[in-house]
């Protein structure tokens, strides 16, 4: 009998095997949309060891750092070439007042943390620090404003007192604190998670905040802001449908929150141990991002349909349990294969809605959360996650080519997710990426990959796999999951054929 493409989905993923190849075909040639580099972008906020112990230890520290920041991590992140990296958070930003963090350290105020573990923050890492760090990884800043406890000459004065070069009060402030010219600050959050932590507000009431607050948020020299602001969480399609409504062309762009968690009360499972029906609901919760994302994106067609405002992921990624014997409010957690499975994916969709999707930021850069790295002392270690950036590199800026893939699906429950995942682009030197993803941990797939409108003459690879989907690296076992050379891929006639081993990540350069 022949297979079609209902009869794959009713076989289910358990029972497909490498004998039932999965179909990719990429449409070259219907290529328009460039993904923004902003998608492979990086949140670091003031909670736990983010930014103190993780990107900064200070001058005086017997860590090795450049400037204070230290230098294990500044030189793992130079070598992904973050492209953005939001700050001071999350929660966080809606308490932070700038100026306390600028000047003198010695005399800089200290307050307590009340989101994250109520621990005394010093200051020392502010404004200048921040940029600073930017202007070395060559990244752009993306800055959140305090609306929830903030004023508006506060907010204003942060704006001028980072991007202008005029004779103002405030830019004689910053060169008086030693930084004589400005810095280029492109992507300002005029609040963030306003429903929530930030303000606890109506969509109503934000909307008009929004406009207030950032009608003082202006233009200095050649610095143009690029005004965000903050969307919705997940399902909450009212949000943005009164913000686009309200604040309209006002905004260059709305954010989305979308966390890959069992939800905000108890336990979240735990971050390594878990079972097959735990993996699979954790694969196919994060595929609803795409669900979730279509439906965003229709409700901001319907009221801006020359795609003026863009749809930015400013937070997403993996929420578990934290690490047993960590501190509750520090949100330090391991990261398996299964985060990278995670990763691969939801990067894959983003690079798909890249027409709409122009930013986005995993939460978050260095000990919480979904991390690239993770320290503790002078050690430090990559994570998974880590290495899906890495592989994924080459998408930044280089052309997205349609394509759609024909397998089987894996299962929780009413969930579904295509058990392959593909994204494929162009660069502008002709070099094609194709990334793929087999979330299924137990069975090979054979892929046939179509490219006939493509001319193809070599292919390399690379493969971040485990022995395990719940294996991840220790301090002390550094190299459990790393990229190795992938040799599983054969041109053929039309394209490839690649042969994915169970719960691996591959990239193909072409
Ligand atoms: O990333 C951790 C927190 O998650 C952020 O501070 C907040 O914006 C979100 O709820």
Redesign the pocket.
């Known amino acids: 009998m022949k297979k079609t493409l209902f009869s794959f989905f009713l076989m289910g993923a358990l029972t497909l095997s490498a004998q039932t190849p999965v179909k990719v075909s990429i449409h070259a040639d219907q290529a328009k949309n460039k993904i923004s580099k902003e998608i492979y972008g990086q949140f670091s ?1 003031h ?1 736990g060891t983010c930014i103190y112990g993780g990107l900064w230890v200070g001058e005086n520290s017997s860590i090795p750092n450049i400037k204070g920041y230290r230098t294990d991590v500044f030189n793992a992140l130079k070598e992904l070439q973050v492209p953005v990296m939001r700050w001071p ?4 930003a809606d308490e932070y007042h700038w100026m306390d963090g600028v000047g003198p350290k010695e005399k800089r105020a200290k307050m307590v943390n009340n ?1 994250w573990g109520g621990v005394v923050e010093d200051n020392s890492f502010g404004t200048h620090e921040f940029l600073n760090l930017c202007e070395m990884l060559g990244c752009e800043p993306y800055i959140s404003g305090n609306v929830g406890s903030g004023s508006v000459e506060e907010m204003a004065k942060w704006v001028e007192y980072m991007t202008s070069d005029g004779e103002s009060p405030m830019a004689n402030l910053r060169r008086q604190n030693g930084r004589e010219k400005p810095w280029n600050v492109k992507f300002f959050g005029v609040g ?2 306003s429903w ?2 930030g303000g606890n507000m109506t969509a109503d009431y934000y909307s008009d905040i929004y406009r207030r607050y950032s009608t003082y948020c202006r233009d200095f020299g050649s610095n143009h802001l690029y005004k965000i602001a903050s969307g919705a969480s997940d399902y909450d399609y009212n949000w943005t449908d009164v913000l686009m409504k309200k604040i309209g062309d006002k905004m260059k762009a709305v954010s989305l ?1 979308y966390y890959t968690c069992k939800g905000w009360e108890g336990s979240k499972g735990s971050a390594t141990k878990f079972t097959t029906d735990e993996y699979l609901w954790t694969v196919t919760k994060a595929a609803e991002i795409e669900d979730v994302i279509k439906k965003h994106i229709a409700i901001m067609d319907k009221y801006d349909p020359k795609n003026k405002i863009d749809l930015l992921v400013d ?1 997403w990624g993996t929420w578990w349990d934290q690490e047993p014997g960590s501190h509750p409010g520090f ?1 330090y957690q391991q990261n398996t294969m299964r985060d990278a499975m995670v990763a691969a994916l939801s990067l894959n969709i983003f690079n798909k809605y890249s027409e709409r999707i122009k930013m986005a930021n995993i ?2 850069v260095v000990n ?2 979904q991390a690239m790295i993770l320290t503790d002392g002078p050690k430090m270690v990559l994570t998974p996650t880590y290495y899906v950036f890495k592989m994924y590199k080459g998408h930044m800026d280089a052309t997205e080519l349609p394509l759609d893939v024909q397998c089987a699906e894996l299962t929780y429950k009413d969930k579904k997710v295509p058990a392959v995942s593909v994204s494929a682009s162009k660069n502008a030197k002709g070099g094609i990426l194709i990334t793929m993803a087999n979330l299924d941990k137990d069975n090979a797939q054979t892929v046939d990959v179509d490219l006939s409108s493509l001319k193809v003459s070599k292919v390399s690879g690379t493969i971040l796999t485990g022995k395990g989907i719940d294996s991840y690296n220790t301090f002390d076992k550094p190299d459990e999951v790393k990229p190795t050379e992938f040799k599983g891929a054969k041109l053929t006639k039309t394209g490839l054929t690649v042969t994915l081993p169970a719960k691996s990540i591959v990239a193909l350069e072409l």
Do not use: S
Request: proline letters at 0%; charged letters at 15%; aromatic letters at 6%.
């Open positions: 906020e909670l958070g999350g929660c966080f989101n963030n998670e929530g932590c929150h937070e949100l939460a978050q919480v959360l």
